[in-house]
């Protein structure tokens, strides 16, 4: 459960729109929902390495890099249906400890979007690449009447969301431009909205001549870190136009994707 919190909720959010309701026959509904269980069944015991046979091809290296924090229990609210019942979006509610200011006493419920499809006729996880491509994983609408003001703290009485959580932790931008024919840098800003400190790790993939380093890995309630990016210039072709990395924050178990584009 957790992974689907760690990994990919904010893409999961706005590819879930394109995803109709349907009533699926019984046989196809169960299939569904052994595959679910077995999936964030590794969450709470601990092993989510026993989940990737359960995820799709094309999302496995989201699933790889994603933080998967332990749950203590989760529960499928609804499934909809799309697409001849080879795509579905499953609602799951999990509970897990915030570690963190005001948060930490008691666990805490999580309404988490799951997006699964038919792949070799098995039911997989899978986040909608083009998503990925194209939005971070911060930039989510706040929900109508969310408190949005610095250090604001969810409402946890009603059930948090992915996205109200997550909203509270993100980047300025989502792209990185850095010039091949010269030395270049350019930075991205990771902004702290939570009652307390989070901390952050940056993975990227290693790229010659690339140098990514962030000014401080724990930012302080309200407050920022700076990741900057420096290219040294030393390759006449690059063989990749861009590269894209992850900024995992603890303790709300969040995965802010970055794109580094190389012109």
Not at 102 to 110: G, R, T, V, Y
Not at 157 to 183: C, F, H, M, N, Y
Not at 217 to 233: R, S
């Amino acid at each position: 459960m957790r992974s689907s919190i760690l990994s990919a909720a904010a893409a999961l959010l706005l590819s879930i729109s394109q995803i109709s309701a349907q009533t699926a026959p019984p046989e196809v509904d169960a299939a569904l929902r052994a595959r679910i269980t077995k999936y964030y069944q590794t969450q709470i015991d601990g092993k989510p390495r026993l989940a990737e046979p359960l995820v799709a091809e094309d999302s496995k290296d989201v699933f790889y890099a994603m933080s998967k924090p332990r749950i203590l229990s989760f529960s499928i609210d609804r499934i909809d249906y799309s697409e001849n019942f080879t795509h579905a979006k499953a609602n799951i509610v999990v509970k897990m400890y915030i570690p963190i200011a005001q948060l930490a006493k008691d666990p805490i419920s999580l309404a988490i979007p799951s997006l699964w499809k038919i792949e070799n006729g098995e039911w997989c996880w899978y986040i909608d690449p083009d998503v990925l491509r194209t939005t971070p994983f911060g930039k989510m609408p706040s929900p109508s009447g969310e408190a949005s003001g610095p250090g604001a703290v969810p409402d946890v009485k009603r059930g948090l969301s992915v996205e109200e959580l997550w909203q509270k932790v993100k980047a300025d931008k989502p792209v990185v431009i850095l010039r091949t024919s010269e030395a270049s840098d350019d930075q991205v800003v990771i902004l702290n909205q939570m009652p307390g400190p989070v901390k952050i790790q940056v993975n990227f993939p290693r790229v010659p001549g690339l140098e990514v380093v962030a000014d401080r890995l724990e930012i302080p309630a309200n407050d920022k870190a700076t990741i900057k990016f420096h290219f040294k210039g030393e390759i006449g072709k690059m063989e990749a136009q861009s590269v894209v990395g992850y900024v995992a924050v603890e303790p709300i178990h969040s995965s802010i994707p970055l794109r580094v584009v190389f012109q």
